[in-house]
């Protein structure tokens, strides 16, 4: 594949009637294994979040990712049908859900407010 050809990778763990088949171990294992094995340039992982993965517990694994300076991660907090999950996986990958959880509809408009501004 040309170099000039955007490489992604998403971690697909099957999900039938919007349910994961299987829920690897360790999604960090498996992306540095990826990123140190490929040889060209990777543009991006996708790393699926189960929709009962709300836990800090989850997410503290990412602190050991090994990702080249062109590598994005994207995670995918978002499911349909699901909007109290979505915006607990939100916080909870974020680490916003450590503070008062009164607050996290506050800091959650604050930063779509921002976004706009950047968009806009």
Do not use: W
């Amino acid at each position: 594949m040309p170099a000039t050809i955007e490489l992604g990778y998403h971690l697909c763990y099957g999900s039938p009637a919007d349910d994961h088949v299987i829920q690897p171990k360790d999604m960090v294992e498996i992306v540095n294994a990826v990123s140190t094995g490929v040889r060209r340039p990777i543009q991006f992982f996708h790393l699926p979040v189960p929709k009962p993965r709300t836990d800090d517990a989850y997410f503290a694994p990412l602190a050991g990712l090994k990702l080249r300076p062109e590598t994005e991660l994207y995670l995918g907090l978002v499911h349909r049908d699901d909007m109290a999950g979505n915006a607990a996986r939100l916080a909870a990958a974020c680490g916003m859900a450590r503070g008062d959880p009164a607050r996290f509809p506050e800091l959650l408009a604050a930063h779509a407010k921002t976004a706009e501004l950047v968009s806009g």
